[in-house]
């Protein structure tokens, strides 16, 4: 696929590591979101989604450590990913961005001659208990993308091979108002080191680059920023050590209706926030391991 020809991806999924989906089950009632009921994944990971109106969804990931160990040395991609991150980072966190896809396999063939394949296509189905209680099948394909010097964050495509039931609105309704995502922010001492993987994960040329780091935008409208030390200081209030080098993920930065009525059920819900710019900064705590920003 030449420059001309590329079609931005839309911005599916964030996966976020938690040290169990209990607690992050009960912080994110807390916040205001309505959670999915618990899924397994064939391989030992597990998850609590949090789907959004515009059809993106956050993905608290917990694990089955055994099942998740026996995973990762068959040579499963995405939990060795997760193994890493947690070894690493701990439990809770911000690990990776998922965009769409009609077409993994060909997907794995551009990263390869890229030169930012992460490693073999994964292929699997499992069960979801929808909000009446019935129960359907989703099979996927995934493809992925990641930078060696970047141990700590990585990229990856997803096809619905078998979609699952589409009318999620009973999930997609939140006390809070959240209606969709406007914003994921990375961190990384100098962004533009990185815009090589973000073009090519986003299958997206054009990257907006200024003094606080890099922009680049996704189909759907969600900007995915790369924030210097002084980006992170200046737009969330957070410290990063200059001489750590590679992606992080740092922040969520959501939609809502109503501001003020955010406000009040943080407020009354006990949340610890902070008000910047016209957004409320909910800093991390076990159960979420990122920032949270809320804005109209």
Same mark, same amino acid.
């Given at each position: 696929?030449? !420059?001309?020809? %590329?079609? @931005? ?8 590591? =938690?040290?169990? #989906?209990?607690?992050? /089950? ?119 993308? !990641?930078?060696? %010097?970047? @141990? ?8 619905? =091979?078998?979609? #699952?039931?589409?009318? /999620? ?128």
């Amino acid at each position: 696929m030449n !420059a001309a020809s %590329r079609i @931005p991806r839309l911005l599916d999924h964030l996966v976020l590591p =938690v040290i169990d #989906l209990a607690t992050a /089950r009960d912080r994110y009632g807390k916040l205001g979101f309505t959670v999915a009921a618990d899924a397994l994944h064939p391989f030992g990971t597990e998850n609590a989604c949090v789907f959004l109106a515009d059809k993106t969804y956050l993905e608290p990931l917990g694990i089955k450590r055994e099942e998740c160990e026996a995973a990762a040395l068959a040579g499963n991609v995405f939990v060795a990913r997760d193994q890493a991150y947690r070894f690493r980072r701990g439990h809770d966190g911000f690990s990776a961005i998922v965009l769409s896809s009609d077409d993994a396999a060909a997907d794995d063939v551009r990263f390869r001659k890229a030169g930012i394949s992460a490693g073999e296509m994964l292929e699997f189905s499992r069960p979801m208990k929808l909000p009446d209680g019935s129960q359907a099948t989703g099979s996927f394909r995934l493809a992925f993308a !990641a930078d060696l %010097r970047s @141990p700590d964050f990585f990229f990856f495509t997803c096809q619905r =091979v078998t979609p #699952l039931p589409s009318d /999620r609105s009973a999930l997609e309704t939140h006390a809070n108002g959240v209606i969709g995502l406007s914003e994921v922010v990375l961190s990384e001492p100098n962004p533009t080191d990185f815009q090589y993987i973000l073009q090519e994960a986003v299958d997206e040329r054009e990257v907006s680059a200024h003094s606080f780091g890099m922009d680049i935008e996704t189909r759907n409208g969600v900007k995915i920023s790369v924030l210097n030390q002084a980006g992170m200081s200046g737009f969330f209030d957070r410290k990063t050590p200059g001489h750590s080098r590679g992606l992080r993920g740092r922040a969520v930065v959501f939609k809502v209706v109503d501001l003020l009525a955010t406000e009040q059920l943080l407020t009354a819900n006990a949340v610890s926030f902070t008000r910047k710019d016209n957004r409320l900064i909910v800093p991390e705590t076990p159960g979420q391991g990122v920032v949270f920003a809320f804005g109209e």
